[in-house]
């Protein structure tokens, strides 16, 4: 397997859901079905980065929240909930960047796949987390994403999120998007009133 796949496969990542622009329909795939889905050419990108930055990470995105944002997170390896009768306390400058928060987090319950047992665990605000995305959000802080500015970065190879997918599904699925992919895990819960 690719070493990068192997890397991405076992880690925690998220895509802004800007970033996806179009739908996979049933049947044979093709590299430009795959190139319709990711058209930006992002290069993907592996850092570490803390606890607390992943949590301050979902709550920037998903400030404006129930609003249509780009900023919208699409996670694997992390579950939430977002308790939607808090108003966002998320405090930006006047460009949009992130920089703090001023009040309660709407964001809690963060649970993280632990890849050695399979089980998801609560979050650590001081524990170090490898995490993965795209030169957009963790090399350019786009979103405002002032969290990623000066992480340290495990994998930059320039190799596209596209490419990625691609050599996901041919090695890593042999070719074959099957039954297990089928059922999506909800990864985020929305509540009203008390978080959970």
């Known amino acids: 397997m690719n070493k990068i796949v192997e890397i991405i496969t076992n880690v925690n990542d998220a895509v802004n859901g800007g970033g996806l622009r179009d739908a996979i329909a049933a049947g044979d795939l093709t590299f430009n079905d795959i190139l319709s889905v990711y058209p930006f050419n992002n290069q993907v990108v592996v850092c570490e980065i803390t606890g607390q930055a992943l949590l301050d990470m979902l709550e920037m995105a998903l400030a404006n929240y129930p609003e249509e944002d ?12 977002v308790n939607t009768s808090i108003p966002t306390s998320v405090q930006m400058d006047e460009n949009g960047v ?4 001023g009040g309660a987090y709407r964001v809690s319950g963060v649970r993280v796949l632990d890849s050695a047992s399979g089980e998801y665990l609560p979050l650590e605000a001081n524990k170090t987390y490898t995490f993965a995305s795209h030169n957009y959000l963790i090399l350019e802080q786009g979103g405002g994403m002032s969290m990623f500015k ?3 970065i495990l994998q930059n190879d320039g190799m596209l999120d596209v490419e990625l997918l691609e050599i996901y599904i041919v090695d890593h699925l042999g070719g074959h998007i099957g039954e297990e992919c089928r059922d999506v895990k909800n990864a985020i819960t929305f509540t009203e009133g008390k978080a959970e």
């Open 150 to 152: 000066d992480v340290p």
């Open 70 to 81: 780009g900023s919208f997170p699409h996670v694997s390896g992390v579950t939430f909930s």
């Open 98 to 101: 992130f920089t703090g928060m």
